[in-house]
């Protein structure tokens, strides 16, 4: 599976950008999808996942509420829709895949990773 990040840029704090994560391959309704981001100085955190049929969503406490991942297998492509963004979300933001049975939470759990896009919230 290979994938393409885009969708991130430069938005005040308050505002919404939302991310995509297009996927290569046959396969990518089978993928466990998930984003996860990596500010300076910092190691890289789980931001959202979801399950291959949608039905199952995890978020990190820092952005429930406030952001949705969703995905449209038949377009191959998953989404981070980001509200209400703060300066402390500014980060690259990476999105992965993985055809475990399980939805992972960790970096670990991932198998397949994209570029990565920028995100900066400015104050």
């Known amino acids: 599976v290979q994938l393409q990040a885009s969708g991130g840029g430069l938005v005040q704090a308050g505002g919404s950008l939302r991310l995509s994560c297009a996927a290569s391959?046959?396969?990518?309704?089978?993928?466990?999808m998930g984003w996860f981001r990596q500010a300076p100085g910092k190691e890289r955190e789980f931001v959202a996942a979801i399950s291959w049929s949608g039905g199952i969503t995890y978020y990190a406490d820092s952005v429930k509420g406030r952001f949705t991942i969703s995905r449209d297998n038949a377009e191959n492509t998953v989404y981070l829709q980001m509200n209400s963004l703060k300066p402390e979300d500014t980060a690259v933001y990476y999105c992965?895949?993985?055809?475990?049975?399980?939805?992972?939470?960790?970096?670990?759990?991932?198998?397949?990773w994209g570029q990565g896009t920028q995100v900066t919230v400015s104050s």
């Open positions: 391959g046959r396969t990518f309704s089978n993928n466990v």
């Open positions: 992965a895949a993985t055809r475990s049975i399980r939805v992972p939470t960790t970096s670990k759990g991932y198998n397949y």
